[in-house]
């Protein structure tokens, strides 16, 4: 196993029992995620989005996501493209959608998805965006579908201070 995929699987496994400790629910999270900024969190938000997301699944009795490092890349693209043109869309401005966005990539994945969102003037731009996508049919079948295995999350902050999400899903070829 390499080094990356020790640390990943490490990870994940911490938040497991993070998960399961429920000491999340103190709404502690900069102690927690300082150490996910270094496996791929731009930010604390992103951290805290991931757990949210597994919160949920794991409410369904589904494994958790993991991190893929690849699909991070092509999710921040796509924030970016999303504050630049200052509205939310699945098309970037190349006009590709998440499989393209993939396939230029080099990403071999067997099926794909995507979550967006944009949000303003909530405290916590993170428990609203999931809370949305959580009462969103299509969001929510992304967020719960068995087959999606890997995830990436970027959240970036516009100067007119929205919140813009993007949330990729796959299964890899394996």
Not at 30 to 45: D, T
């Amino acid at each position: 196993m390499k080094k990356s995929q020790q640390k990943q699987l490490l990870t994940i496994c911490t938040l497991i029992i993070i998960l399961n400790s429920g000491c999340m629910r103190d709404y502690s999270y900069r102690k927690i995620l300082n150490p996910l900024q270094e496996i791929g969190f731009a930010s604390e938000l992103e951290g805290k989005c991931y757990i949210l997301i597994n919160e949920e699944r794991k409410k369904q009795g589904l494994k958790p996501l993991q991190l893929d490092y690849q699909l991070k890349k092509i999710t921040m693209e796509h924030t970016k493209d999303m504050v630049r043109m200052a509205c939310i869309s699945h098309q970037g401005i190349d006009n590709k959608e998440v499989s393209e966005r993939a396939n230029t990539a080099h990403i071999d994945w067997e099926i794909i998805g995507e979550n967006i969102a944009r949000n303003k003037g909530y405290s916590n731009p993170v428990n609203r965006a999931v809370k949305d996508w959580m009462n969103s049919k299509g969001h929510r079948a992304n967020i719960l579908n068995k087959e999606f295995t890997h995830t990436a999350i970027s959240i970036t902050k516009s100067k007119d201070g929205f919140f813009y999400f993007t949330q990729v899903f796959m299964k890899p070829i394996l």
